[in-house]
């Protein structure tokens, strides 16, 4: 098997859409983010739906040809790393001063084109998201670049990393900094299955696995 294929899948795929694993010294699998831990390493898909089918098929067992532990909650320690990731990312880029808040300030980032993305509470009203929206479209509407939104963190959440309170929308400003914060945003939206659309397809994926499965 490829070094870099998922052992749910059986694809091959690029080091950013997958997770590598490796056993510690206590026989448990451990996630290996930044890929450096040392020893022989098996490969998954970057999102939960097929770490936790890996977990429940035993195939980390196969894959490593050894008896493993693997963590109860393997898929939500994954999810805790990656947001830890990305929330301490965020705290760097607001120290470099590439961080706006508030929805007046991060509207006018939009519009003025300097924001790489926008970050909303989970907590934020219908009608705030709905305004920085519409400047998002704007800005497309005349040439701009187009720019994402996540609803990742908790309006505590994103207060702790940008030392703020109520921190309910945010903008990341294009920059180097910016650019290390939406790598990690982009690795926990995909985790978490994105879109719904998203998430609707990685369940098709699953079901397409399970039924290649049964037929061997």
């Not at 690029?14 to 694993?21: A, S, V």
């Not at 400047?135 to 994402?148: D, E, F, K, M, Q």
């Not at 920059?175 to 998430?199: C, E, F, I, N, S």
Request: charged share 25%.
């Amino acid at each position: 098997m490829n070094d870099r294929t998922c052992i749910v899948t059986r694809k091959q795929a690029e080091p950013d859409e997958l997770i590598r694993f490796v056993v510690g010294p206590d026989s448990a699998v451990v996630p290996d983010l930044k890929r450096n831990l040392p020893g022989r390493g098996c490969w998954v898909s970057a999102d939960r739906l097929h770490i936790e089918k890996a977990a429940a098929k035993n195939l980390f067992a196969r894959a490593f040809k050894a008896q493993v532990v693997v963590p109860p909650d393997l898929g939500g320690m994954v999810d805790g790393l990656l947001s830890r990731s990305a929330l301490g990312m965020l705290g760097l880029a607001r120290k470099a001063g590439a961080i706006s808040l508030g929805a007046t300030k991060v509207e006018s980032a939009v519009r003025g084109g300097l924001a790489l993305f926008v970050l909303h509470a989970t907590e934020a009203s219908d009608d705030g998201v709905r305004k920085i929206s519409q400047a998002r479209r704007a800005t497309v509407h005349i040439g701009g670049p187009s720019i994402l939104a996540y609803k990742l963190f908790s309006e505590a959440e994103l207060s702790l990393a940008l030392g703020g309170t109520n921190v309910i929308h945010a903008a990341v400003l294009a920059g180097d900094a910016g650019k290390a914060v939406q790598k990690r945003m982009v690795a926990l939206d995909r985790y978490r299955g994105g879109t719904p659309d998203d998430l609707a397809m990685l369940a098709a994926v699953a079901d397409e696995d399970d039924a290649a499965e049964d037929m061997e």
